[in-house]
């Protein structure tokens, strides 16, 4: 697992923690996603996980949109995935993420496409409102554990 170090700037400093998850290749969606975890200023708890997946995963993605869902994955898939890095983030910036997801959630249908709008694009969205540097012509679109390795070589911050 990396960890950050840092957290980012904002108003206050949140005991809120995104780790971001991978896997390379298989049948379980979506690849690429993070969970929140930690507390509030307020005292409100926080444990979530957020992905962005074809509803249907089928041969039909290979061939343009189809419907899309941000959702959690299961905590075993959760346990099976790789963690790549961790950084901690004000309750400024959690609020600012859960706006993201809720922006995702309703983009209208058929939302999902493996070349425009896929799971790396939903994480590289939340990591690019974190700060994080990213890619915006990577390669790595549909290698998700590569597209991470990127995104640690891109800022230095981020560290085993």
């Given at each position: 697992?990396?960890?950050?170090?840092?957290?980012?700037?904002?108003?206050?400093?949140?005991?809120?923690?995104?780790?971001?998850?991978?896997?390379?290749?298989?049948?379980?969606?979506?690849?690429?996603?993070?969970?929140?975890?930690?507390?509030l200023d307020?005292?409100?708890?926080?444990?979530?996980?957020?992905?962005?997946?074809?509803?249907?995963?089928?041969?039909?993605?290979?061939?343009?949109?189809?419907?899309?869902?941000?959702?959690?994955?299961?905590?075993?898939?959760?346990?099976?995935?790789?963690?790549?890095?961790?950084?901690?983030?004000?309750?400024?910036?959690?609020?600012?993420?859960?706006?993201?997801v809720a922006?995702?959630?309703?983009?209208?249908?058929?939302?999902?496409?493996?070349?425009?709008?896929?799971?790396?694009?939903?994480?590289?969205?939340?990591?690019?409102?974190?700060?994080?540097?990213?890619?915006?012509?990577?390669?790595?679109?549909?290698?998700?554990?590569?597209f991470m390795?990127?995104?640690?070589?891109?800022?230095?911050?981020?560290?085993?």
């Open positions: 697992m990396f960890s950050s170090g840092f957290v980012l700037p904002d108003t206050a400093r949140a005991d809120v923690t995104v780790t971001f998850y991978s896997h390379e290749f298989g049948e379980s969606f979506p690849h690429a996603f993070y969970t929140v975890k930690g507390k307020n005292g409100q708890i926080v444990d979530d996980a957020h992905g962005f997946t074809a509803i249907n995963v089928s041969p039909a993605i290979l061939w343009g949109s189809v419907k899309g869902i941000v959702k959690a994955p299961p905590a075993n898939y959760i346990a099976k995935s790789d963690s790549q890095f961790s950084i901690s983030i004000s309750d400024a910036a959690y609020r600012k993420l859960m706006a993201k922006k995702w959630k309703a983009i209208p249908q058929k939302s999902y496409n493996l070349n425009k709008r896929n799971c790396v694009h939903f994480v590289e969205d939340a990591m690019a409102l974190l700060g994080l540097k990213t890619n915006p012509k990577t390669k790595y679109r549909k290698k998700p554990t590569s390795k990127e995104i640690v070589a891109l800022n230095p911050g981020l560290k085993k």
